[in-house]
């Protein structure tokens, strides 16, 4: 097995020029929205919006005020899947179309793919969408065409600032833990690293923050989808038991008035 590599996203150095997202389009042939979908969708500089079939990296614009609004700055965050230890949208796929590769990212088959979209359920980050066009499930592959032949992830080659550092993802954690203490001693109070093995065993492309993740439409506590699961089923059940008893019950009491009735028809004939 290849080495476990994934992505830093250090989202102090991130600029919000897209070329990632450029970057990402070009290389997997991804196409634009359809012209007559292009539309100002009053986020700030954002108009893809959010992660789809088509758009499987998303910059996310933040802009922040203080409370007089004399003071702002912009958080950016480039997105994409986190190429989870704990995957979702694997767990519940029915014809295991969603493998984990050789270097220990996620990966779609799109010939065992049959377009359920139980995984576009199972994944807690609303990463994957399936596309009415190719009927498949879609998401970011870490370039695994790439990966394959040496090469680097084409989003992580094209960024001008490294905010997006590929490789192995243990060195990667070493080195997002030096910049969280400079940030933190250059007082940025909120700095964090978001998927260490507290966020569902450790994202194999985990994020340096500079807020808190909420600021950036990141779950605090993602969970498994089984794990939610469980909670229906236990009410399912508990509501089954329910109505059995209920359902008992009404059985007994209507055997027991017409007991009573027949009964009383007898002393009657008598
Ligand atoms: S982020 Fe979502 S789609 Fe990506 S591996 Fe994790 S659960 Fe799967
Ligand atoms: S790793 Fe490749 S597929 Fe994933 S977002 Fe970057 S360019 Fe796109
Ligand atoms: S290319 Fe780099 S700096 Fe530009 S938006 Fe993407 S992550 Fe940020």
Redesign the pocket.
């Known amino acids: 097995m290849a080495e476990r590599v994934g992505m830093l996203i250090d989202t102090s150095t991130c600029i919000g020029c897209k070329a990632c997202g450029v970057a990402c389009k070009e290389w997997n042939e991804l196409p634009m929205a359809p012209e007559d979908k292009v539309e100002f969708k009053g986020l700030s500089y954002d108009n893809q919006g959010h992660l789809s079939d088509t758009n499987w990296r998303h910059v996310k614009f933040i802009e922040q005020f203080n409370e007089d609004r004399s003071d702002s700055r912009w958080l950016f965050l480039s997105d994409s899947?986190?190429?989870?230890q704990q995957?979702?949208?694997?767990e519940v796929c029915p014809t295991n179309a969603?493998i984990r590769t050789e270097f220990d990212t996620?990966f779609i088959d799109h010939d065992t793919c049959i377009g359920c979209r139980y995984?576009v359920t199972?994944?807690?980050?609303g990463?994957?969408q399936v596309s009415d066009i190719k009927g498949t499930a879609q998401?970011?592959t870490l370039c695994y065409d790439r990966l394959q032949v040496g090469e680097q992830p084409a989003c992580a080659q094209a960024c001008p600032t490294d905010c997006i550092e590929f490789g192995e993802v243990d060195s990667l954690m070493k080195l997002a833990e030096g910049r969280e203490k400079l940030l933190k001693s250059q007082g940025y109070d909120n700095v964090r690293i978001y998927g260490k093995s507290d966020i569902?065993g450790g994202?194999n492309v985990f994020y340096l923050l500079l807020d808190k993740p909420d600021v950036y439409g990141l779950p605090e506590n993602p969970q498994l989808p089984q794990k939610n699961m469980m909670k229906s089923y236990t009410f399912s059940i508990a509501g089954m038991v329910a109505t059995g008893v209920l359902a008992l019950l009404a059985f007994r009491s209507r055997r027991m008035s017409h007991k009573a009735d027949a009964d009383q028809d007898q002393d009657k004939a008598v």
Request: proline share 5%; hydrophobic share 45%.
């Open positions: 899947c986190k190429h989870c995957a979702g949208c694997m969603i996620v995984c199972g994944c807690p980050f990463v994957i998401k970011c569902l994202l």
